[in-house]
């Protein structure tokens, strides 16, 4: 069933009575009832209204991927091509990570809805429909995994950049988050296939808060942010998806080149957790410290009782124990 017609018609956030929509896509009553069950079932709220007829309030912004094009750089297209937007799919990831074992080398794929959309440690990602941001790049690096170290610290700056002009309480949370106002506004999930020293594949998926509706609160672990808050509700996604996407290859750019070097002084600058007492989380391992910032290579600089100590991985969050006196 073909249900983005009758999402077009709605997009506007006006009234539409059933009668009229059926005319204007050629299909009867009865259809569009059952387009309209299709459309809830995505978790999409439609208004029904006796007399006035069916609304999504606030209208909805479809993701165009001829629009988020033709906003793109000359060399983010040259390098990406044309954006592969899904309707709806099981994770971005999992759809770029087949294009490379199809052979592709970069692309992107964007959804308007996630099914299974997932983050660091199996968590699920929430993913309502047409709300905010899910999309996944595929680039290949020639110079083995080694070389990829500090890659989701840039993933965030990336983000951090883009959404500067929007709002200038951006920060990041190692090793690759994007706070607003001390609570998530992004994510960031990596998964590699390739060889130790020689070319691999890396799908870094994004998930960006654009407009999360109030109702998916429930079902969100930690305190979170969207954009759609502190802007009036007024985000345009596709054009916020074309500004991730240029600095997002921008940064790739100089990476793949210069490694996390030249993005250290950048996060620290930028870290939410900088200075604070944090603990480290690996598995059923729990390490507590003072952030003293980041290496050259992205990880973790960790000043603990015994010394300073580098954090390759785990999940940090600040700590609420007292320091050892």
């Known amino acids: 069933m073909n249900v983005v017609p009758l999402l077009e018609c709605l997009a506007d956030g006006h009234y539409h009575s059933g009668q009229a929509i059926g005319e204007r896509l050629g299909i009867s009553r009865a259809a569009v009832w059952k387009q309209m069950q299709a459309i809830r079932d995505l978790g999409v709220v439609i208004e029904a209204v006796t007399g006035k007829g069916y609304c999504i ?37 999992t759809d770029a990570m087949q294009k490379a074992q199809a052979g592709v080398e970069r692309c992107l794929v964007l959804a308007e809805h996630q099914a299974a959309g997932r983050g660091r440690r199996g968590r699920q990602w929430v993913s309502p429909f047409g709300r905010n941001l899910y999309m996944s790049m595929l680039w290949t690096f020639q110079n083995g995994i080694a070389a990829l170290e500090g890659l989701s ?15 200038s309480d951006i920060s990041v949370k190692w090793p690759n988050d994007v706070y607003l106002d001390g609570k998530k506004l992004a994510g960031i999930l990596l ?6 020293s020689g ?26 942010a969207d954009l759609a808050s502190g802007n009036n509700g007024k985000i345009s996604r596709n054009s916020l998806a074309a500004g991730v996407i240029n600095e997002w290859v ?7 080149s210069e490694g996390f070097e030249p993005f250290r002084e950048e996060w620290m ?4 957790y900088l200075g604070q007492r944090v603990e480290i989380r690996a598995g059923e391992h ?24 580098t954090v390759a991985g785990g999940e940090l969050m600040p700590s609420l124990r007292p320091a050892a006196s």
């Open 57 to 93: 309030q606030g209208g909805l912004e479809l993701l165009d991927a001829a629009l988020i094009e033709s906003l793109l750089l000359s060399q983010v297209r040259a390098a990406l091509g044309t954006p592969d937007v899904r309707f709806s799919t099981g994770s971005t990831n």
């Open 250 to 256: 921008k940064v790739l750019a100089q990476f793949e």
């Open 269 to 272: 600058a930028s870290d939410c």
């Open 286 to 309: 729990l390490t507590l410290g003072r952030h003293a910032g980041v290496d050259l290579s992205g990880r973790l600089l960790l000043d603990t009782d015994v010394g300073r100590i």
């Open 153 to 167: 610290l840039v993933c965030a700056l990336a983000v951090k950049r883009s959404l500067q002009a929007i709002d």
């Open 191 to 196: 998964e590699v296939s390739g060889d130790v």
């Open 199 to 224: 070319p691999c594949r890396v799908v870094m998926g994004i998930g960006l808060n654009a407009a999360m509706p109030a109702e998916h609160s429930a079902a969100i672990d930690q305190p979170f």
